[in-house]
Nanobody, 125 residues
């Protein structure tokens, strides 16, 4: 069983920055592909970014490319999402997820085995 706990969400003005963290339990965190997704009210959960176990393979949704950066620290069992130049359309609940199969290209929610409880990000315009 893997537990994921997100933190770092909040209210920020457009153009501002936030850094989300996701702390994972379990001794095999370093072998998991980790993803970030988000879900706005009335919308489906959408892919944001994914990072493979080594951190060398990263993929972003077009909507966040150039503004968001995903990273991980396997020694701390933590994955991060640095969000810069935030826009009102980035407002959503952000979820951390773990894919235990290790596929670095997982961009669909069904490809992930574990999910955090989510953290709210609100960007005011």
């Amino acid at each position: 069983q893997v537990q994921l706990v997100e933190s770092g969400g909040g209210l920020v003005q457009a153009g501002g920055s936030l850094r989300l963290s996701c702390a994972a339990s379990g001794r095999t965190f370093s072998s998991y592909t980790m993803g970030w997704f988000r879900q706005a009210p009335g919308k489906e959960r959408e892919f944001v970014a994914v990072i493979n176990w080594s951190g060398l393979r990263i993929y972003y949704a077009d909507s966040v490319k150039g503004r968001f950066t995903i990273s991980r620290d396997n020694a701390k069992n933590t994955v991060y999402l640095q969000m810069n130049s935030l826009k009102s359309e980035d407002t959503a609940i952000y979820y951390c997820s773990a894919d235990t199969s290790g596929s670095y290209s997982a961009t669909k929610p069904y490809e992930y085995d574990y999910w955090g409880q989510g953290t709210q990000v609100t960007v005011s315009s």
